[in-house]
């Protein structure tokens, strides 16, 4: 059983820069592919970014490339998420998560984080 714990959201004003991250229990940790999602209130949970198992495959949601980065760190147990030049669209609870592969759709992970509200305002 993998837990996944977030953090670092916050309220930023818009062209500013955040970085969120998730760390990681309760397994091997460099099996698994990793995902960030986001879902704003009233709307379902979108894709922002994956990465692979080492890290060397990173992939992003078309609304973010350019502005946020991927990362994680096998020795710390850690994934993090560069956004900058943020947006007020951008506001969302993001949610980091565990699977098999880099996959875009959600069912494709099986361990989820309890997410971390990222805001923006204009």
């Known amino acids: 059983q993998v837990q996944l714990v977030e953090s670092g959201g916050g309220l930023v004003q818009a062209g500013g820069s955040l970085r969120i991250s998730c760390a990681a229990s309760g397994g091997a940790f460099s099996i698994y592919a990793l995902g960030w999602f986001r879902q704003a209130p009233g709307k379902e949970r979108d894709f922002v970014a994956a990465i692979g198992r080492y890290g060397g495959s990173t992939y992003y949601a078309d609304s973010v490339k350019g502005r946020f980065t991927i990362s994680r760190d096998n020795a710390k147990n850690t994934m993090s998420l560069q956004m900058n030049s943020l947006k007020p669209s951008d506001t969302a609870v993001y949610y980091c998560?565990?699977?098999?592969?880099?996959?875009?759709?959600?069912?494709?992970?099986?361990?989820w984080g309890q997410g971390t509200q990222v805001t923006v305002s204009s």
């Open positions: 998560a565990s699977g098999f592969s880099p996959a875009t759709a959600a069912e494709q992970y099986r361990y």
